[in-house]
């Protein structure tokens, strides 16, 4: 299978799909970015996981104290460097999300947005249990999928990537119940509220799982002082 995130979905070519989505899928981005600020408190230590070409850094910047952006492709690392420009409190790491080169309790916040929870095809609860490691006592970790009601929009978002070349042919015999699946062997899921409980169920930790604007799924994670060794 083609590696989409160093190849088709790296750089450029990444933030041109973000740039050219529909309007409703803009709307999703920009409540699920507002939303994530909400979390934020002024000077917060911040990790985004999945960075990407930077979309989300200058708005959590504007408001954090200090914030790190990781990612596993370099090209896609490097054009984010360009799109950052010199903002000073913004540092950018080439990291596997499950395996951070970070000391425990190092952030006030961990986020990890735009189904980044789906995307990154890892283990899942291992996912959280490192966030969970690099997280302050009475900080948050904000993980967003997709809600079921945003998905007429998303596959549009989904055709229309396909259409333009970045993804391969949808298969709609295997498209179905919130997750898409190309010809090529790219597939793209999602955890609805059941799945967020059970990946959380054995943290020592206050778990709320909430929709926002239609379209994203939160799942926001407080770890109680015990779990972090307080």
């Known amino acids: 299978m083609i590696d989409y995130y160093s190849e088709k979905l790296s750089a450029a070519r990444l933030k041109q799909v ?26 917060d230590h911040i990790i985004e996981l999945g960075c990407g070409y930077g979309r989300a850094l200058p708005k959590l910047a504007e408001k954090a104290g200090w914030v790190v952006g990781v990612d596993t492709s370099l090209p896609t690392l490097a054009f984010a460097r360009q799109f950052v420009g010199t903002i000073g409190n913004c540092s950018l790491f080439r990291m ?5 080169g970070f000391q425990d309790r190092t952030f006030d916040c961990v986020v990890c947005i735009q189904n980044g929870i789906s995307a990154f095809h890892v283990d899942q609860r291992n996912l959280i249990n490192e966030a969970v490691r690099v997280t302050r006592a009475g900080g948050i970790i904000l993980f967003s999928s997709y809600s079921d009601k945003f998905w007429k929009e998303r596959l549009k978002w989904f055709e229309l990537q396909s259409k333009d070349g970045f993804l391969g042919e949808i298969d709609y015999d295997r498209t179905m119940n919130g997750v898409i699946v190309c010809r090529d062997g790219f597939t793209a899921t999602t955890v609805d ?3 967020f409980q ?16 239609e379209s994203s799924l939160f799942c926001e994670i407080k770890p109680f002082s015990e779990q972090l060794g307080d």
Request: net charge negative; glycine share 2%; charged share 35%.
């Open 18 to 43: 973000y740039d050219t989505a529909p309007s409703r899928v803009k709307q999703y981005l920009d409540a699920e970015l507002k939303h994530a600020l909400e979390k934020i408190r002024p000077g």
């Open 96 to 100: 596997d999300a499950v395996r951070l």
């Open 193 to 195: 509220a059941e799945e």
């Open 198 to 213: 059970a990946l959380t169920s054995n943290l020592k930790a206050h778990v709320r799982v909430l929709e926002v604007d």
